[in-house]
Nanobody, 125 residues
Framework: QLQLVESGGGLVQPGGSLRLSCAASGFTLAGYAIGWFRQAPGKEREGVSCISTTGTSTNYADSVEGRFTISRDNAKKTVYLQMNSLKPEDTGVYYC??????????????????WGQGTQVTVSS
């Protein structure tokens, strides 16, 4: 079965950190660019970050630049999103998506081959 599975979400106080994981099963992750998206209640899904197949190219939304870091370990078939200095506006369901091409910037939720089920991130005191 071809799927992406996110994990690592939770409740964290403002200023805290979380690391999300996106694990692939049933296909070779190395051949896919991976994007992270998030959706807050009542808002449209937005692109957060993207990483190329080799990990040499990355892209971030302005709202997370300097606070979030995307990385990948193709041997472990996993992509990570390290989130530091979290703010309440970072709250939402975070999804990863796989694109069958080198890179996924500029980010769009159109054209992804696979999506994960999402993991909830809540930033609140």
């Amino acid at each position: 079965q071809l799927q992406l599975v996110e994990s690592g979400g939770g409740l964290v106080q403002p200023g805290g950190s979380l690391r999300l994981s996106c694990a692939a099963s049933g296909f070779t992750l190395a051949g896919y660019a991976i994007g992270w998206f998030r959706q807050a209640p009542g808002k449209e899904r937005e692109g957060v970050s993207c990483i190329s197949t080799t990990g040499t190219s990355t892209n971030y939304a302005d709202s997370v630049e300097g606070r979030f870091t995307i990385s990948r370990d193709n041997a472990k078939k996993t992509v990570y999103l390290q989130m530091n200095s979290l703010k309440p506006e970072d709250t939402g369901v975070y999804y990863c998506a796989a694109y069958g091409r080198y890179f996924c910037a500029p980010m769009s939720d159109k054209g992804a081959d696979y999506w994960g089920q999402g993991t909830q991130v809540t930033v609140s005191s």
